[in-house]
């Protein structure tokens, strides 16, 4: 290769270098870089990070989650791109300081004293003036009532054609470009410590540490050193789960691959998990009484740690982030819902499971979740709320007007008592997820029971409505439901409900009667020989209101159906009525009453057996005691880029006020010798055009007592 050849390539070489410089030290690449961190930091919030994968593919769908998952936007923070854009930050904003602050410091000492008379006749504040003073007296002079002013003043004497002239050049102000460096400084320092605090230092460890994720389950005890992070790591960030009575000093770091493990240098007891209620049932102080058992001196510290309180030691902050259950043991009674059977009472602790079996068919009951506390809003809308026609702009707009915790409808808070939650795992692995409260809840006037279940996590719980029979217990419904599935009582129920309704009509019409009974009931129990034939429109089985409404729409013809709807519920409630007496017959009780209260329950019970068809368990499981022990989840953090950030921060808005708030100015008097004195040229230069210049120019003039008739322009 020729050395010409090599100068060109060395020179091209030269000028892309120079080129990649100006890019990255550019405003507008630093303002680019600035929006897509916004952007980012949107999907970051917005989006629940470091959520389980199945939440993900509800909650978008197999296809989107897969696109997102591969874009990192589960852990946008930790994502390689997002560290990028940030080191390349880091690096423009770097460059961009690299590049300005010899200039700016180098403006900063000049008072540009050189500056010739004609440049001073440019500038919009100009103004000139007959002085009978000498021109170094008169310089003297100005100088030291700039420096009173808050100016930095120096003089300079001129030889000119009819003797020594001086210039006054001063400059205030100065802390607007200082300003412009603490700003950007501000904003290198604090992704520094961003990024020292966020998972860099994990990541590193990983890639060059030959640590990896822990992907599945095990105990702790067991978990391999690859998977573990020692104490001597110098910034994470991890939950810490802590049954009451015991200890734990491993932290969970949550990856987008799974977990790693963190030791840390002390061990945390908790004693006691407080909380505090308001008068509505409302959580007022989540805090927890705990002992730190230092691993390397064996001190044990007695602390407490609050919401917004945190504790530290050995430069670890420990924070009160949630609770938990910590084994709860909880006894439940299982009850039937139309399978043969029979009540029993089944115990576990949360987080455990055990086996169901009636010979034929087995379910995994698995125990996930007991909550002591729940409080719930009462509060309804306004008789008005139905109305759409009703249109009320001036209501409407004042609703949403006032104090931040206003609202359109009136909020009734109450504790309607303990749930517990579980779910029914079959052979197949398929598992539906159930919550039911222990008290019954009183919902518009009836008492009722709430039988939660769902089919994934992603779906709102809908909940089977049971009204509570006279001991305030889901008995009598149980019975109920089991008298409807035997044959031989419904038939009983019909004779019994046709010789009270039919008592003392021809032969023809107690025959008529007793076949459309016994046709409504056992279409209502979902055992006629004509479900077969109807439509299912999807559900497995047939029952309840749903299969009258399907046996209608086939065999009745659209005039007739509502006339023949009201007669089939009429009779339908009357052979009903007779089949619960039947049930309490069976079980040792006297006839209920007629009255409003009977009749209320049977309403809310016709429509809770019907609604029963859905009911994807052959069971129910009612929570009757429990013992409750309690868990406490706490953040523990060493952050060292903490300090740093907060001196970001402070940088930040002390360059942020300098540049907006802080006017940078320059003021030259020239003073040339004259025949009375000194003729004197005064201009004043800002860096930002606003009102306050004018003013100020006002009173500087104010030093040059004999203005000309030229003035300020």
């Known amino acids: 290769m020729s050395v010409s050849t090599a100068g060109i390539e060395l020179r091209a070489t030269n000028r892309w270098l120079t080129a990649a410089v100006e890019l990255l030290s550019s405003m507008r690449f630093a303002i680019a870089l600035l929006t897509v961190i916004c952007i980012a930091s949107v999907v970051g919030t917005v989006l629940k990070q470091h959520e389980p994968l199945n939440n993900y593919v509800n909650q978008f769908g197999p296809f989107w989650s897969e696109v ?9 923070y930790s994502a390689w791109w997002f560290l990028l854009i940030l080191a390349f930050l880091v690096v423009s904003t770097s460059l961009c300081i690299v590049r300005n602050t010899p200039k700016i410091v180098a403006d900063l000492r000049q008072f540009k004293e050189h500056v010739r008379e004609q440049s001073l006749q440019a500038f919009h504040h100009k103004a000139r003036a007959e002085l009978a003073e000498p021109p170094r007296a008169a310089a003297e002079r100005i100088g030291q009532a700039l420096l009173a002013r808050g100016w930095k003043v120096r003089l300079q004497s001129r030889q000119t054609p009819g003797g020594t002239g001086w210039m006054v050049a001063a400059k205030a102000g100065a802390a607007n470009k200082i300003g412009y460096l603490a700003a950007h400084a501000a904003i290198v320092i604090i992704c520094i410590g961003g990024l020292l605090d966020g998972d860099l230092m994990v990541r590193l460890q990983m890639w060059f540490g030959d640590k990896e994720p822990l992907q599945g ?17 110098p910034t994470f960030r991890g939950n810490l789960l802590v049954t009451e009575g015991t200890r734990a000093g491993i932290a969970v770091l949550a990856q987008p691959e799974g977990v790693v493990l963190q030791e840390l240098p002390f061990e945390v007891e908790l004693k006691k998990f ?5 008068d509505s049932g409302m959580p007022r102080l989540f805090a927890s009484e705990i002992v730190i058992h230092d691993r390397y001196t064996g001190e044990a510290r007695p602390a407490r740690v609050e919401v917004n309180h945190p504790v530290e030691h050995r430069g670890i902050s420990i924070y009160q982030s949630s609770f938990d259950d910590g084994g709860s043991l909880v006894k439940l009674r299982a009850l039937p819902m139309g399978a043969a059977v029979k009540p029993f009472e089944v115990q576990g602790r949360i987080g455990e499971a055990t086996m169901l079996t009636n010979g034929s068919e087995r379910l995994r009951l698995e125990f996930t979740g007991l909550r002591v506390i729940n409080v719930e809003n009462f509060g309804g809308q306004g008789r008005d709320a139905a109305d759409v026609r009703r249109v009320d702009l001036r209501q409407a707009i004042e609703a949403r007007l006032g104090a931040g915790n206003k609202t359109v409808t009136e909020r009734t808070l109450r504790n309607v008592g303990p749930s517990v939650a579980y779910k029914l795992r079959d052979e197949a692995g398929q598992a539906r997820e159930f919550h039911n409260y222990q008290l019954p809840i009183e919902l518009d006037g009836q008492r009722v029971y709430l039988l939660g279940v769902r089919e994934s996590p992603s779906e709102p719980f809908r909940y089977l409505r049971v009204p509570v029979d ?28 046709v010789a009270h309704a039919a008592a003392g009509q021809p032969p023809a019409v107690v025959e008529a009667l007793t076949g459309s009974a016994q046709r ?14 109807l439509p299912h429109n999807g559900a497995p089985r047939l029952g309840g209101l749903q299969a009258l409404s399907a046996f209608m729409e086939a065999n009745i013809p659209e005039a007739e159906r509502e006339r023949v709807g009201e007669v089939l519920l009429r009779i339908l409630n009357g052979a009903l009525f007779e089949l619960y007496q039947l049930s309490r017959q069976q079980a040792g009780l006297p006839p209920a009453e007629r009255g409003d209260a009977t009749a209320a329950f049977m309403t809310q019970a016709v429509l809770a057996l019907s609604d029963a068809f859905f ?28 300090t740093i950030v907060y001196l970001g921060c402070a940088l930040l808005i002390v360059g942020v006020f300098a540049m907006l708030y802080v006017r940078e100015r320059r003021l030259w008097v020239w003073l040339a010798p004259s025949a009375s004195g000194a003729a004197a040229t005064m201009a004043l230069s800002s860096n930002r055009k606003l009102l306050d210049n004018d003013r100020e120019f006002d009173a500087l003039k104010a030093l040059l007592p004999t203005p000309t008739a030229g003035g300020a322009t």
Do not use: W
């Not at 389950?217 to 001597?232: F, M, N, T, W, Y």
């Open 217 to 233: 389950g095990g105990l702790i005890a067991e978990v391999p050193q690859k998977h573990r992070l020692s104490d001597a790591n």
């Open 274 to 278: 407080i909380v505090e209620y308001y």
């Open 520 to 533: 409504a009931i056992d279409l209502f129990a979902g055992e006629d020989p004509e479900i077969a034939r």
């Open 615 to 642: 009911y994807p368990a052959p069971l129910v499981l009612t929570l009757t005691d429990f013992e409750h022990v309690q868990a406490s989840v706490f953040q523990v953090a060493r952050a060292p880029g903490k």
């Open 68 to 76: 997102f998952g591969a874009l990192n936007l589960y852990a946008v």
């Open 470 to 497: 006279d001991n305030d217990g889901m008995e009598g419904f149980v019975r109920l439901r089991a008298a409807l599935a035997d044959a031989a009582l419904r038939r009983q129920a019909v004779q019994r409900y």
